[in-house]
């Protein structure tokens, strides 16, 4: 395997996946959908203030994109990495295409390589849009006011803007997890709908079991625990332990998934 190899792939895909109307319509949601939760929140007078920053959603345009992550760590971001990693191997399963692939003069660990690289920067970049455009859409539709965190301490607009690029930022890890698992059902069972629905289903099935009285040790293996590692963060005294494990967590979800995914690949009989 060489990375000129890898990187030529993987613009190759990259190609592939921004001329697809889906990956565009999705990437437009997510530059649009902070506007438009915005600009609900101005309209109305509730606010959602069952979630954390909620009830400053209107007083602080900081809060608007900390609300936002909120949302997505339930739902949206697993939507995203399925998206971006369930489709990338079973889209030539579908299209028949695979012999035509691997007679590129690239190996089978070449290609797998650079399909993965492809499907984590779709991911990171889909992350990237939304919370940029979230921290755009509160300051265009309440300002740049000081945001108070959960301590109950005062930020500056200096120090708001750098605890929320370090909370987004945090969600990292178990967004590439969730990716590569999308990954691994993609390449196993050939198929994107599984390999977009499964991922979706079981970071669901690991939300409800996060809520759950159970031990302690079975919610820091959840990926999903790994998305509420942020709220340490955004304490006057910053509280690391909790991302610390949701990173060891999604590092070993994401070697085993890419390791099973990849062997799966190289061995697999495609005529």
């Known amino acids: 395997m060489s990375i000129s190899g890898v990187l030529r ?15 565009r319509g999705v990437l437009a949601a ?34 608007m994109p900390l609300v936002v992550l909120g949302f997505a760590t339930l739902w949206l971001l697993p939507v995203l990495a399925s998206v971006a990693g369930g489709d990338v191997f079973a889209s030539e399963d579908r299209d028949r295409t695979w012999a035509t692939v691997l007679t590129r003069s690239r190996s089978r660990v070449e290609v797998f390589a650079g399909k993965l690289l492809t499907a984590l920067g779709v991911s990171l970049s889909l992350v990237a849009v939304l919370a940029t455009s979230s921290v755009i859409a509160g300051l265009v539709a309440v300002g740049h006011q000081p945001l108070i965190d959960l301590s109950g301490a ?10 929320i690029t370090l909370a987004w930022a945090s969600v990292v890890p178990p967004l590439f997890a ?46 999903t625990s790994s998305f509420e590692a942020w709220h340490g963060l955004l304490t006057e005294t910053h ?10 967590v999604s590092g070993l979800y994401f070697a085993v998934c890419v390791i099973v995914a990849c062997r799966i690949l190289v061995r697999r009989d495609i005529v």
């Open 154 to 163: 005062l930020l500056s607009p200096g120090e708001a803007l750098g605890s």
């Open 239 to 248: 509280y690391y332990r909790p991302l610390v494990y949701g990173t060891a």
């Open 178 to 223: 969730l990716t590569a698992l999308a990954v691994l059902i993609s390449v196993t069972t050939r198929s994107s709908t599984a390999g977009i629905g499964i991922p979706v289903l079981l970071a669901l099935v690991m939300q409800l079991a996060a809520y759950v009285d159970g031990p302690e040790t079975i919610r820091r293996l959840l990926i």
């Open 30 to 63: 997510c530059a649009a959908g902070p506007f438009a939760f915005a600009g609900a929140m101005r309209v109305q007078s509730m606010t959602p203030e069952d979630t954390l920053f909620g009830r400053a959603v209107n007083e602080s345009g900081f809060a």
């Open 9 to 23: 792939v993987a613009a190759a895909e990259q190609s592939k996946l921004i001329a697809q109307p889906k990956m």
